[in-house]
Nanobody
Framework: QVQLVESGGGLVQAGGSLRLSCAAS????????MGWFRQAPGQEREFVAA????????YYAESVKGRFTISRDNAKNTMYLQMNSLKPEDTGVYYC????????????????WGQGTQVTVSS
């Protein structure tokens, strides 16, 4: 059974930073491409960032480029999302997920999801 657990969310003022973590069950994460998505109230889940299992390729939504950095430590079965210069529009529940399909940005191409961690950015 694949298990993904996010942590690190919280309340932060605009301009602040947070670091999210996604811990995976043993060997779940190391051989798979992974991604972060977020969902604001009343909105559809949207792609934030993704990283290949080799760590050599990363992708970002335009809205977070230059502010967010995705990384992973396969030895620790953990993925991270460093979020800097946060804006109120970054508010939402952040999910990590395992990619199995061909698209990096479509939620349909990810199978296992964590329970999410809330990020709230105040203005």
């Amino acid at each position: 059974q694949v298990q993904l657990v996010e942590s690190g969310g919280g309340l932060v003022q605009a301009g602040g930073s947070l670091r999210l973590s996604c811990a995976a069950s043993a060997r779940t994460l190391s051989c798979f491409n992974m991604g972060w998505f977020r969902q604001a109230p009343g909105q559809e889940r949207e792609f934030v960032a993704a990283i290949s299992w080799t760590v050599s390729v990363t992708y970002y939504a335009e809205s977070v480029k230059g502010r967010f950095t995705i990384s992973r430590d396969n030895a620790k079965n953990t993925m991270y999302l460093q979020m800097n210069s946060l804006k109120p529009e970054d508010t939402g529940v952040y999910y990590c997920a395992r990619r199995i399909g061909s698209s990096w940005g479509s939620a349909d191409d990810y199978d296992y999801w964590g329970q999410g961690t809330q990020v709230t950015v105040s203005s």
